[in-house]
């Protein structure tokens, strides 16, 4: 038998790393998602894709599109449907913050990370702006010079 992991453990399952190179990150919170239960059965299994994922007000609360959570195998016809928009657990004022400043600077909510912490699954939400090509080929060479530099270092 498997021994529980600790209360406070975080078990990461998913990252958008695309997000970070296409976009600028402002802002980010963690939020709570509304699962059914074959889609956390399949989370943990790490099935998940975020990378075309997007979050965006309906209403008075956010929900989170175009992230594919593979069907789960046991859950047969009781399974779920993997692209369906999942609803955010946030408090109000966040959601209206959130949401405003979306709207008004025309910036994205997007999925960053998601992941299990004390046995919920979390998810990290980003405000991000998106980069000019420029702005990518900058953090490429930035990140090129940096890795020459450690070579540099380490041969020393």
């Known amino acids: 038998m498997r021994e ?3 209360k406070a453990a975080v078990r990461k399952v998913a990252e958008n790393r695309q997000a970070h190179f296409f976009y600028e990150i402002e802002d980010s919170l963690e939020v709570g998602i ?3 239960g074959s889609e956390v059965k399949s989370l943990r299994d790490g099935k998940v894709s975020l990378a075309e994922g997007y979050a965006a007000p309906k209403g008075r609360e956010l929900f989170l599109y175009k992230v594919h959570i593979a069907p789960y195998k046991a859950a047969g016809l009781f399974g ?3 692209l369906r928009p999942r609803r955010l657990l946030l ?3 966040e959601v209206e913050k959130f949401s405003a400043k979306a709207r008004e600077r025309g910036l994205t909510l997007l999925p960053l990370s998601l992941y299990f912490k004390a046995g919920w699954a979390k998810l990290q939400l980003g405000l991000c702006i998106g980069k000019k090509h420029a702005d990518r080929r900058r953090d490429i060479k930035e990140r090129q010079m940096q890795r020459e530099m450690a070579v540099a270092l380490r041969r020393r």
């Open 4 to 6: 529980k992991p600790p």
């Open 34 to 36: 509304e699962l059914l």
């Open 80 to 82: 779920h449907e993997p």
């Open 91 to 93: 408090h109000r004022r």
